[in-house]
């Protein structure tokens, strides 16, 4: 009886979590082109060298990483609750939230983009403008390898988004039957006091 009332806890606090992070992505991202537009302005009315762009680029990259870290999270939690908190079997519509919504995906693919890269990398391009038009040789080559290392991060993090969910779901699939097997195991063993296996802890390397 404890187990299902924690389990059931568990599940609300992470459907909970999930809900939160999402609205919290969908909130940060016009903050974060709001801030990267009014830092431009302001850098560029007190530096009138090319290099006042890198401020304004910061702010894109940071922005960026906050929102890509909230929607990976958002995901891994998804299939936790997937593995752990759904069936794997039977018909779809018993099976729960997250196997609806992946089966959905695969089906009909397409949709918005959860990380806006699309607007990162036209902001990113519009933040090197003013060094294109009004910097020195030396100020257009180091800028334009700053701004070229935001655009390759912000396409490799689309790129690990894409494969992330599927990597994910076979992990936290592997955990499971580890810890059904160990369990399996402590079963047969409990005619033997002497001998205890360690518990079964879920890897910290999932959370990360």
């Not at 090197?128 to 935001?150: D, K, Q, W």
């Not at 490799?156 to 936290?172: H, I, K, N, P, Y």
């Not at 699939?173 to 097997?181: A, G, Q, S």
Request: with cysteine.
């Amino acid at each position: 009886m404890q187990t299902e009332v924690r389990r059931k806890a568990e599940y609300e606090a992470l459907r909970a979590t999930i809900r939160e992070r999402g609205t919290a992505r969908m909130l940060l991202a016009p903050l974060v082109f709001t801030a990267w537009a009014g830092t431009a302005i302001a850098t560029s009315a007190i530096i009138t060298v090319a290099v006042s762009t890198l401020l304004p680029l910061m702010v894109l990259a940071a922005g960026f990483e906050s929102i890509y870290a909230l929607y990976m999270n958002v995901e891994r939690i998804g299939r936790y609750l997937q593995v752990f908190h759904e069936q794997s079997d039977g018909p779809l519509a018993d099976r729960g939230w997250e196997h609806v919504a992946m089966e959905f995906g695969a089906r009909f693919p397409g949709g918005p983009d959860p990380l806006y890269t699309r607007l990162f990398v036209t902001t990113v391009s519009l933040n090197f403008l003013p060094v294109a038009l009004g910097g020195s040789t030396v100020e257009i080559v180091l800028l334009a390898v700053a701004h070229i290392l935001v655009i390759y991060r912000i396409r490799t993090a689309q790129s690990a988004a894409r494969t992330q969910r599927a990597l994910d779901l076979e992990r936290f699939r592997v955990r499971l039957r580890r810890c059904e097997r160990q369990q399996c195991g402590d079963d047969a063993r409990d005619l033997k006091p002497s001998h205890r296996s360690p518990p079964c802890e879920a890897d910290i390397h999932f959370w990360v």
